[in-house]
């Protein structure tokens, strides 16, 4: 059974930057077929998509945080991590990891994205504060 | 402001069938397949239903999806007590390149 662990500080300064690292068991992350990602939900609202990233190292981000969003991947620890600068206040919120299934099917002239978080982590809470 | 629009709350009594909808555009729901993800309290997400209306295993077949158009549809059947939870749509955007949620709907039974 496939299994997600975030890890990081609780607690990160404005303006600084949170770093959070996803540890995967229980399967590889060197898939092709899949991608792993991270999303947010600040306190009592709703789930925003952070980026994903493929063993391979390629990735893709929310345009709203590309400029701030750095996630990498270390296949040889099985692990992938997550990197956010300048931090505000606005950042607090449950950070998940997950693992990211995303391929265009195309069939009868259509070719529809089949795209899904199928593996969620537990969650890990990030609050900004001074 | 979410990109796929759900009602904030829906309620049921046991037994009953309620209905959940999530409303987006060409560039989502109209181009894309659908997910929901359930959120029991204090826990994370789990994938409830994908590809429109595929149920991962394990997911009882009280829950079903459906999509037409740039709508989409979550349904569940005979509603028991631990079906209170908050649920949400997704799907890709084309247009953003990447995936986009609905803002949750909350289920109280």
């Known amino acids: 059974q496939l299994q997600l662990q975030e890890s990081g500080p609780g607690l990160v300064k404005p303006s600084e930057t949170l770093s959070l690292t996803c540890s995967v068991s229980?399967?590889?992350?060197?898939?092709?077929?899949?991608?792993w990602g991270w999303i947010r939900q600040p306190p009592g609202k709703g789930l925003e998509w952070i980026g994903s990233v493929h063993y391979s190292g390629s990735t893709h981000y929310n345009p709203s945080l590309k400029s701030r969003v750095t996630i990498s991947v270390d296949t040889s620890k099985n692990r992938f991590s997550l990197k956010l600068n300048s931090v505000t206040a606005a950042d607090t919120a449950v950070y998940y990891c997950a693992r990211h299934s995303s391929l265009r099917y195309c069939s009868g002239g259509s070719c529809p994205r089949q795209d899904y978080f199928d593996y969620w982590g537990q969650g890990t809470l990030v609050t900004v504060s001074s | 402001q979410s990109v796929l629009t759900q009602p904030p709350s829906a309620s049921g009594t046991p037994g009953q069938r309620v209905t959940i909808s999530c409303s987006g555009s060409?560039?989502?729901?109209?181009?894309?397949?659908v997910n929901w993800y359930q959120q029991l309290p204090g826990t994370a997400p789990k994938l409830l239903i994908y590809n429109n209306n595929q149920r991962p295993s394990g997911v009882p077949d009280r829950f079903s999806g459906s999509k037409s158009g740039t709508s989409a549809s979550l349904a569940i059947s005979g509603l028991q007590s631990e079906d209170e939870a908050d649920y949400y749509c997704?799907?890709?955007?084309?247009?953003?390149?990447?995936?986009?949620f609905g803002g949750g709907t909350k289920l109280t039974v």
């Open positions: 060409s560039s989502n729901i109209g181009s894309n397949t």
């Open positions: 997704a799907a890709w955007d084309d247009s953003l390149n990447g995936p986009v």
């Open positions: 229980g399967g590889s992350i060197s898939s092709s077929n899949y991608y």
